[in-house]
């Protein structure tokens, strides 16, 4: 027999060495019965309809109040408009109305820290992993809260949890890097970066991760060198020419520093790093028009962009 939450009670939440204690409202249900359910959920949110309208989310859950992927569909369509407290609502609902669904938690967990009520997104995913304790994305999103919340250690525990039930995965190390990387821990990262790409070394979000953690201890040589790795495996990386257009800022040598940002803009107008980097190799370049269109683009982006200001003016 097992014990399934029938309503978790958030306001009853208590903190005790970084993990939420839940108190829960349970019934006794035989494991067979969790089973169907939750494989009867991942069925229904398995094709689920775009959403582009509140009208057509309502009208998909309307369609079928049981199916998770209504919810979902609405939820994140709310969740990208920037309309939060009616995201949860309508995730809260589906919440109570439709059959388990790990992946409606996850987007709950989202909306709920798109309000700042992290303590409730924790929980959320804490209810998740009795749904599904051996749940990749769930154990990801589990590390990322506890980031936010400032619990790194937690963090790198629930990524490595990751990485052991997935250890074919790139995502999962890709986030235990980056994770190292926040918490200060470059030498722990750097080691654990090549000792993935030992084993992996054609994933270029590996090399991307190596190149970031290099930056950080200064090593701007070999990180050019990553970034020409990734440039030899996937020619039309976005990333690793505008990184490789801030390495060249950092070596004073702003035509190319234009030009890899130019190309990383080709391939991608929206990034924001090859914005700031061809802003500041413009403005040294005494192109200052130039350098105040790509600078305010990547302010937008919210990028601190004060260097080129103080040298070309508002």
């Given amino acids: 027999m097992s014990q399934v939450p029938l ?26 019965v969790i089973l169907s359910l939750t494989l009867l959920a991942m069925a229904y949110t398995a094709a689920p309809a775009e959403v582009n309208s509140s009208v057509e989310g309502q009208a998909l859950i309307s369609a079928n109040p049981e199916n998770p992927a209504g919810y979902i569909e609405l939820g994140e369509f709310l969740l990208e408009n920037n309309r939060y407290e009616k995201s949860v609502e309508v995730l809260e609902n589906g919440r109570q109305k439709a059959l388990p669904s790990v992946d409606l938690l996850v987007v709950l967990s989202r909306a709920y820290e798109a309000r700042g009520f ?25 590390g990322e809260i506890y980031f936010l919340m400032g619990w790194p250690k937690s963090g790198l525990d629930s990524f490595r949890d990751a990485i052991a039930l997935a250890p074919q995965e790139a995502e999962p190390k890709v986030k235990l890097v980056g994770g190292l990387l926040e918490a200060g821990l470059l030498a722990e990262a750097e080691e654990s970066c090549l000792k993935f790409l030992s084993m992996d070394g054609d994933n270029v979000d590996l090399w991307l991760s190596l190149g970031q953690v290099l930056e950080n201890q200064e090593k701007r040589r070999a990180a050019f060198t990553t970034y020409g790795q990734i440039l030899v495996l996937d020619p039309d990386n976005s990333v690793a020419y505008a990184r490789q257009g801030r390495l060249f800022c950092q070596f004073s040598q702003f035509d190319a520093a234009e030009t890899s940002c130019r190309k990383a803009l080709e391939l991608d107008e929206e990034n924001a790093i090859a914005h700031a980097y061809l802003g500041i190799a413009l403005s040294n370049l005494g192109r200052n028009n130039e350098a105040r269109k790509h600078a305010a683009i990547a302010e937008k982006a919210g990028l601190n962009m004060l260097s080129v200001w103080k040298k070309i003016g508002n």
């Fill in 118 to 142: 992290m303590a409730r997104a924790e929980s959320v995913i804490h209810e998740a992993l009795t749904i599904d304790g051996k749940s990749v994305a769930v154990h990801l999103r589990l």
């Fill in 7 to 32: 309503r978790c009670l958030h306001d009853s939440t208590f903190r005790c060495r970084g993990l939420s204690m839940l108190r829960f409202a349970t019934y006794p249900v035989p494991r067979a």
